[in-house]
């Protein structure tokens, strides 16, 4: 998730950062702007889903950026982290629709505190009531409400599959691990599911006890272990007779199961599908982050 700071103090900007950095329920991209005019374009460029300003700068002010952001793209929430601290003008900022107000100094953990509920709501905002556009006929995609029976059967009571909105390649896609389901006899490629590191976590946590340590390195130093793996590949062979080979009536199987590090055509390919041969879920179990799936039929 992409945090935007915007304060024309470098220092300001460092704190903050470093509080960010130990938010441990899910990773969080952050980048830093000294100036309103600078954040704008950033905010057009980076499209970031949160935003925390100062209140006073040298040009425009934290209020006047919370005013753009609230016309321009209301959807993002903005946070203010500033030296004022008078009632009357922290309830002004909040009537121009701030979503916190945090005044310093300020302790890390009340940053991290008051970041969480604006991450939770923007994981909610991304769930949809049912797909999009209907699935193109003769792909080999399940219906999500049986693949969650499956793996609720097979894997976990607790994990829960809802459609979100259509994904797009960035940065916090980054590891993921690409899975490929194969016809048996041909071995033909008929779906690829790309899992972010929450939904290989989400997944492989469902098989075996993963240490919460071995989860952090995963999420946050990219550290994604031969034990996550071998648990996630095994809760996605237990599920594989979701996919279905409506010729021949055969289910796939999970033909191989590999991390992705960085950007490369195929998986740009991947996220440019079209709604009606993909399918975008969220996997999640309760106490984790939201995890996120791709699965494309081929």
């Not at 793996?151 to 809802?162: A, D, W, Y």
Request: proline share 4%; net charge negative.
């Amino acid at each position: 998730m992409k945090v935007l700071i915007v304060d024309d103090s470098h220092a300001t900007c460092e704190i903050i950062r470093r509080a960010l950095q130990q938010f441990t329920y899910r990773k969080l991209f952050i980048s830093c702007s000294n100036s309103v005019d600078d954040a704008l374009e950033r905010i057009e460029l980076w499209q970031p889903q949160i935003i925390l300003t100062d209140w006073h700068m040298p040009d425009k002010t934290g209020i006047e950026l919370l005013q753009v952001v609230g016309t321009t793209h209301p959807e993002i929430p903005v946070g203010m982290v500033s030296t004022v601290d008078e009632e009357e003008q922290i309830n002004y900022a909040k009537s121009m629709g701030c979503a916190f107000f945090l005044s310093k100094p300020f302790a890390d953990s009340d940053l991290r505190k008051a970041i969480m509920p604006l991450v939770k709501d923007l994981e909610t905002k991304e769930l949809m009531v049912e797909q999009e556009v209907p699935i193109k006929e003769g792909l080999a995609l399940p219906k999500t409400d049986f693949l969650e029976r499956l793996m609720q059967k097979n894997i976990s009571e607790s994990l829960t599959l809802k459609p979100i909105r259509a994904q797009s390649l960035d940065e916090s896609k980054l590891p993921c691990v690409m899975v490929v389901y194969a016809e048996r006899g041909s071995q033909k490629v008929r779906v690829i599911c790309v899992l972010d590191v929450y939904a290989t976590c989400v997944l492989a946590s469902s098989i075996e006890v993963i240490p919460e340590d071995e989860a952090q390195r995963a999420i946050h130093m990219n550290q994604i272990n031969a034990h996550i793996m071998k648990a996630c590949k095994e809760a996605l062979g237990k599920t594989a007779y979701a996919f279905l080979d409506n010729q021949s009536k055969m289910s796939l199987f999970v033909r191989s199961c590999k991390c992705v590090y960085t950007h490369h055509p195929k998986l740009e390919l991947l996220y440019k599908y079209p709604l009606d041969s993909r399918i975008d879920l969220s996997c999640e179990r309760e106490g984790m982050a939201q995890g996120k799936m791709l699965i494309v039929g081929v």
